[in-house]
């Protein structure tokens, strides 16, 4: 790579760190202002939206290829590390035949966003009376697109809520699929436990 080409590297990695951080104020505004009930676990949902951030650009900088994100291994790291921070013990279970499944930072950075919300929507409200709690992700790639489902096996939702809920976490999930120009729905899972479908263009 020359100079020139390094220079320009730097200053677009520069830009695209300045609107991270932008989305991170705004999303914490939104959330001070949807959400008064529980002031520590706005707190302790900004810390893992801000890791999951940074855990990106951690990839990144350790990558040949910085303008691209290995987004199997980052959402399974991005899972463990939310996840070992939980009360109990959750398993993370992770099934897909893709090794390697490289996207756009522009693309990794919102369905990183939103499976971390998902996630943290399982650990709030999935698993009371459940053992062996689970959260798993799974992962498809087609010709031109991809297809994320991240769920658990708790005690599900009734059919009425959903991506059709108002709580913070929804409208975040809405504001990212629409940034993504893709699709995310809801699903329940035979035997109990809920999933959340997204699909998007690569």
């Known amino acids: 790579m020359s100079s020139a080409e390094e220079i320009l590297l730097v200053r677009e990695l520069n830009h695209r760190v300045k609107n991270n951080l932008q989305l991170m104020l705004s999303m914490i505004s939104?959330?001070?202002?949807?959400?008064?009930s529980d002031p520590e676990a706005i707190l302790t949902a900004t810390e893992h939206r801000i890791r999951t951030l940074a855990m990106i650009h951690e990839q990144l900088y350790?990558?040949?290829?910085?303008?691209?994100?290995?987004?199997s291994r980052y959402l399974s790291d991005m899972a463990g590390a939310i996840l070992s921070t939980a009360a109990e013990s959750i398993m993370l279970i992770t099934c897909t035949s893709i090794e390697t499944l490289r996207v756009p930072l522009d693309k990794a950075i919102p369905v990183g966003l939103i499976v971390n919300e998902i996630i943290?929507?399982?650990?709030?409200?999935?698993?009371p009376g459940i053992e062996n709690p689970?959260?798993?992700?799974?992962?498809?790639r087609n010709e031109n697109s991809v297809t994320i489902f991240a769920g658990d096996n708790g005690v599900g939702m009734p059919?009425?809520?959903?991506?059709?809920?108002?709580g913070f976490g929804t409208l975040v999930i809405n504001a990212?699929?629409?940034?993504?120009?893709?699709?995310?729905?809801?699903?329940?899972?035979?035997?109990?436990?809920?999933?959340?479908?997204?699909?998007?263009?690569?």
């Open 134 to 140: 689970a959260v798993s992700i799974d992962y498809h």
């Open 30 to 36: 939104l959330h001070r202002s949807q959400d008064h």
């Open 176 to 202: 990212l699929t629409a940034q993504l120009q893709g699709r995310c729905a809801w699903e329940g899972i035979d035997g109990g436990g809920t999933a959340f479908r997204l699909t998007f263009s690569v």
């Open 120 to 127: 943290l929507n399982s650990l709030k409200y999935a698993f």
């Open 159 to 166: 059919s009425t809520d959903g991506l059709e809920s108002v």
């Open 62 to 71: 350790r990558s040949d290829r910085p303008t691209e994100v290995d987004l």
